[in-house]
């Protein structure tokens, strides 16, 4: 075997290696458009076109034939797909502005074609690629570094076996009994030699190991300061996308949003519905065809979709844009591994947010009682005397001639006694225990007839009831005196909140919920966290109970109550009433 036929059979061999290692690195990456399926056809048909060479000149060179026809007609259509490929992506690089890489396979592209006798200058365009889809993620492509550093350690190997061998075979040509010494040698120093290169490839496979570990005992222990959730997720967002060089990031978590910056909740929707239903461990809209939910992801500017699992199924996700950098690359598998801890963060948050409200619940329910003793102390104290200042004042009315003398004063102690009584009933109100919720309530019938009741006294403040109220809305398990309470603070609140000539609109709806609007100023922003307070009240002579009697009814009553003020006037307080 000639210098020349040893050279070319080799060069055959590894041009054919290399194609295979790339062709089952792209396969993955095929449909990614507009270059997957050519890049992969480029290697594919470069790779059998290094195998046909291969066995041409291994035929020669160790078997002493001449391969038929056919076989050299194989081996150059194998060769003419690769250029042909080869062509479409030097296209496509034109067509994309991408000069580096058009100018470099179009070199590789002509030495191909210039059929030298050495089949390793037809190694340029797959080397080429490898080189420009790991270092630069041209087209969107994608070689990691784990992959190449596989292939460099393998050919490495393969090199050095093939120097013991070829040196062992010199040293037996001239000293017949000491080739096993050389080969011995040789694969001892071996293991000197590999020591480094072992070193490094343990540091860089650990580099996995300790990102996560760094993650979790900075990041995340930092993040266990932080209990309110969406700060939470505003601060691992960020750490995430410093610590990974990263443009963007986003937490998606209970379908909330962080950051949100106006993040459309139908495509929050959309991604959390697909991620549910998504196997895979990281969606790259890149490496996808087209589809509904890339249009969606990209249409906020995010290139990955990393689901954040765990055994009881989707809970979240995180939305990544990579940019400046084209693709995640190795990190991709890193932020996989990361989400579970994050997701672990935020559901230890949120379960933190929950145990804080229970107790501020029970601490509210504390004060309730305690403020349900002194109503009823109150109560007792006072109710008796007013009773009977209410009678003496009543008798002395009849009178015609203390009532001559003193109408006015009479008048003023009776509604005195009046307004007194009403707010200790209002104060008994907060703390009598739960009623039964035994009776069918037709709140439609209810709310009318409230509504027709307070018209009198709307006609006096000179403001208007609109009712908008379903009919037949039936409350089952409930009870009339709790929804009457509802009713009566709200549309009362209402009116008294409402200018000369306004009007309160009174909406009932089929599901139970009741919605009181009125055309006042509406509640200061320092005040609306706390109107439901017991004695909380924005006006002069209010007693602060009317809304604390709403929730605490609504909830016994299976519902809740909420209170908005929009930014063109005015207050909207909803009560669900089941």
Same mark, same amino acid.
């Given at each position: 075997?000639?210098?020349?036929?040893?050279?070319?059979?080799?060069?055959?061999?590894?041009?054919?290696?290399?194609?295979?290692? @790339?062709?089952? &690195? $792209?396969?993955?990456?095929?449909?990614?458009?507009?270059?997957?399926?050519?890049? *992969?056809?480029?290697?594919?048909?470069?790779?059998? *076109?290094?195998?046909?060479?291969?066995?041409?000149?291994?035929?020669?060179?160790?078997?002493?034939?001449?391969? %038929?026809?056919? *076989?050299?007609?194989?081996?150059?259509?194998?060769?003419?797909?690769?250029?042909?490929? !080869?062509?479409?992506?030097?296209?496509?690089?034109? /067509?994309?502005?991408?000069?580096?890489?058009? #100018? !470099?396979?179009? /070199?590789?592209?002509?030495?191909?074609?210039?059929?030298?006798?050495?089949?390793?200058?037809?190694?340029?365009?797959?080397?080429l690629i490898a080189w420009f889809y790991c270092f630069h993620?041209?087209?969107?492509?994608?070689?990691?570094?784990?992959?190449?550093?596989? $292939? %460099?350690?393998? &050919?490495?190997?393969?090199?050095?076996?093939? @120097?013991?061998? #070829?040196?062992?075979?010199? /040293?037996?040509?001239? *000293?017949? %009994?000491t080739a096993w010494v050389v080969e011995s040698a040789l694969l001892l120093f071996a293991g000197i030699l590999w020591f480094p290169i072992y070193t490094a490839l343990s540091r860089f496979l650990a580099r996995s190991a300790r990102v996560y570990s760094e993650f979790g005992q900075t990041t995340i222990d930092e993040a266990s300061l932080i209990l309110e959730l969406g700060k939470r997720m505003q601060f691992l967002a960020g750490e995430i996308a410093s610590r990974f060089a990263l443009a963007r990031v986003a937490i998606v978590f209970e379908g909330r949003v962080e950051p949100a910056a106006g993040f459309p909740e139908h495509i929050t929707e959309e991604l959390l519905f697909f991620a549910g239903q998504y196997s895979g461990a990281a969606y790259a809209g890149y490496r996808e065809p087209d589809s509904p939910v890339r249009r969606a992801l990209r249409s906020e500017g995010y290139e990955y979709l990393i689901p954040m699992r765990d055994e009881g199924g989707v809970h979240g996700m995180l939305l990544v844009d990579p940019r400046p950098v084209a693709l995640l690359g190795d990190n991709e598998d890193l932020l996989v591994a990361l989400a579970p801890q994050v997701l672990?963060?935020?559901?230890?948050?949120?379960? @933190?947010?929950?145990?804080?409200? @229970?107790?501020?619940?029970? $601490?509210?329910?504390?004060?309730?009682?305690g403020i349900g003793r002194m109503a009823a102390s109150i109560a007792h104290e006072i109710k008796n005397p007013l009773s009977a200042i209410k009678t003496i004042a009543q008798l002395m009315k009849e009178d015609e001639a203390v009532s001559a003398a003193y109408e006015k004063d009479l008048g003023f102690i009776l509604s005195e006694v009046d307004r007194l009584d009403k707010a200790v009933r209002q104060l008994l109100g907060t703390s009598n225990p739960a009623p039964a919720l035994n009776e069918e309530v037709d709140a439609s019938e209810l709310v009318e007839s409230m509504l027709a009741a307070l018209q009198k006294q709307a006609a006096a403040a000179r403001v208007t009831l609109e009712p908008m109220v379903a009919p037949a809305v039936a409350l089952p398990n409930s009870n009339r005196e709790l929804v009457q309470q509802i009713v009566m603070n709200l549309v009362l609140n209402a009116m008294q909140a409402s200018p000369t000539g306004? /009007? &309160?609109?009174?909406?009932?709806?089929?599901?139970?919920?009741? #919605? &009181?609007?009125?055309?006042?100023q509406g509640i200061p922003v320092e005040m609306r966290a706390r109107v439901f307070e017991p004695y909380v009240t924005t006006?002069?002579?209010?007693?602060?109970?009317? $809304?604390?009697?709403?929730?605490?009814?609504?909830?016994?009553?299976?519902?809740?109550?909420?209170? !908005?003020?929009?930014e063109q006037g005015g207050t909207i307080v909803t009560a669900r009433l089941r």
């Amino acid at each position: 075997m000639t210098a020349l036929q040893a050279a070319s059979l080799t060069m055959a061999f590894l041009g054919f290696g290399l194609s295979l290692f @790339l062709g089952y &690195v $792209l396969y993955p990456q095929r449909r990614i458009s507009p270059a997957g399926w050519p890049s *992969w056809l480029l290697v594919i048909a470069f790779g059998l *076109w290094h195998l046909l060479r291969f066995g041409e000149e291994f035929a020669r060179a160790a078997l002493r034939v001449t391969p %038929a026809e056919e *076989w050299r007609t194989a081996a150059y259509a194998s060769l003419a797909v690769g250029l042909a490929c !080869a062509a479409r992506l030097m296209r496509l690089a034109a /067509v994309l502005r991408k000069p580096g890489y058009f #100018t !470099a396979l179009g /070199v590789g592209l002509i030495i191909s074609a210039l059929g030298l006798p050495l089949p390793l200058l037809t190694i340029a365009p797959p080397f080429l690629i490898a080189w420009f889809y790991c270092f630069h993620h041209t087209f969107g492509l994608n070689i990691g570094k784990r992959s190449l550093f596989a $292939l %460099a350690l393998g &050919v490495s190997t393969a090199l050095y076996l093939l @120097l013991i061998r #070829t040196l062992a075979g010199f /040293v037996e040509a001239r *000293w017949a %009994a000491t080739a096993w010494v050389v080969e011995s040698a040789l694969l001892l120093f071996a293991g000197i030699l590999w020591f480094p290169i072992y070193t490094a490839l343990s540091r860089f496979l650990a580099r996995s190991a300790r990102v996560y570990s760094e993650f979790g005992q900075t990041t995340i222990d930092e993040a266990s300061l932080i209990l309110e959730l969406g700060k939470r997720m505003q601060f691992l967002a960020g750490e995430i996308a410093s610590r990974f060089a990263l443009a963007r990031v986003a937490i998606v978590f209970e379908g909330r949003v962080e950051p949100a910056a106006g993040f459309p909740e139908h495509i929050t929707e959309e991604l959390l519905f697909f991620a549910g239903q998504y196997s895979g461990a990281a969606y790259a809209g890149y490496r996808e065809p087209d589809s509904p939910v890339r249009r969606a992801l990209r249409s906020e500017g995010y290139e990955y979709l990393i689901p954040m699992r765990d055994e009881g199924g989707v809970h979240g996700m995180l939305l990544v844009d990579p940019r400046p950098v084209a693709l995640l690359g190795d990190n991709e598998d890193l932020l996989v591994a990361l989400a579970p801890q994050v997701l672990q963060s935020l559901r230890s948050c949120r379960l @933190l947010e929950e145990k804080i409200r @229970l107790e501020k619940d029970l $601490l509210r329910q504390e004060n309730l009682a305690g403020i349900g003793r002194m109503a009823a102390s109150i109560a007792h104290e006072i109710k008796n005397p007013l009773s009977a200042i209410k009678t003496i004042a009543q008798l002395m009315k009849e009178d015609e001639a203390v009532s001559a003398a003193y109408e006015k004063d009479l008048g003023f102690i009776l509604s005195e006694v009046d307004r007194l009584d009403k707010a200790v009933r209002q104060l008994l109100g907060t703390s009598n225990p739960a009623p039964a919720l035994n009776e069918e309530v037709d709140a439609s019938e209810l709310v009318e007839s409230m509504l027709a009741a307070l018209q009198k006294q709307a006609a006096a403040a000179r403001v208007t009831l609109e009712p908008m109220v379903a009919p037949a809305v039936a409350l089952p398990n409930s009870n009339r005196e709790l929804v009457q309470q509802i009713v009566m603070n709200l549309v009362l609140n209402a009116m008294q909140a409402s200018p000369t000539g306004g /009007v &309160v609109t009174v909406t009932l709806d089929p599901s139970g919920r009741l #919605t &009181v609007r009125d055309q006042g100023q509406g509640i200061p922003v320092e005040m609306r966290a706390r109107v439901f307070e017991p004695y909380v009240t924005t006006k002069a002579t209010g007693s602060g109970l009317g $809304l604390a009697i709403v929730r605490r009814n609504a909830r016994l009553l299976g519902g809740d109550v909420e209170i !908005a003020c929009p930014e063109q006037g005015g207050t909207i307080v909803t009560a669900r009433l089941r």
